[in-house]
């Protein structure tokens, strides 16, 4: 079933109304033909920004304090940590499959180490343990491969269960 004139018609007068608000500047008013059954649209006494056209919710206060994004890289915490070649971190275990243990450090990908089997029982669910970080992403270019596959994992050594007495200093 097609939908009434009137909703086309609407539909038609909006996307002029955007067209117009993104061409705004350029050739608006100027007498430019958009075809021989074409009509431009009446102009209208609005803001001649784009965020009129998106709503007035999504106008933006201009900052003098705008900071570069080489400058917001070089300041991020990711940067300032530097090599993660052998970085000790805190993690928490959030998952256990048999003798792997599941360990969140915070980076963008978790890491699986195998539960040590002096006290192993004591590596549990949320348990907070130190690593020894070699690598923040497991990559490879497998023979004839023109880009790297990642494994979504971490490389790190389980060094240890945080004990209580180093939770309480660490917080």
Known sequence: MAP???SRAASRSRAWQ???VARRGSSHGTGDSLGPDVSSPEP???PSSLSSALGAGSRQV????VESFASMLRHSPLVQMGPVKDKIVLGQIF????????IDFGGKFHCVCKRPEVDGEKYQKGSRVRLRLM???LTSRF???KTDTT???ADAVLLGLLESREIRQKE
């Open 4 to 6: 009434p004139s009137w």
């Open 18 to 20: 955007l067209l117009g």
């Open 44 to 46: 209208e006494k609005r």
């Open 62 to 65: 201009p900052s003098k304090n």
């Open 95 to 102: 998952h256990v499959v048999e003798d792997d243990l599941y």
């Open 135 to 137: 690598d923040l992403e």
């Open 143 to 145: 023979l004839g491969a």
């Open 151 to 153: 494994l979504l994992e």
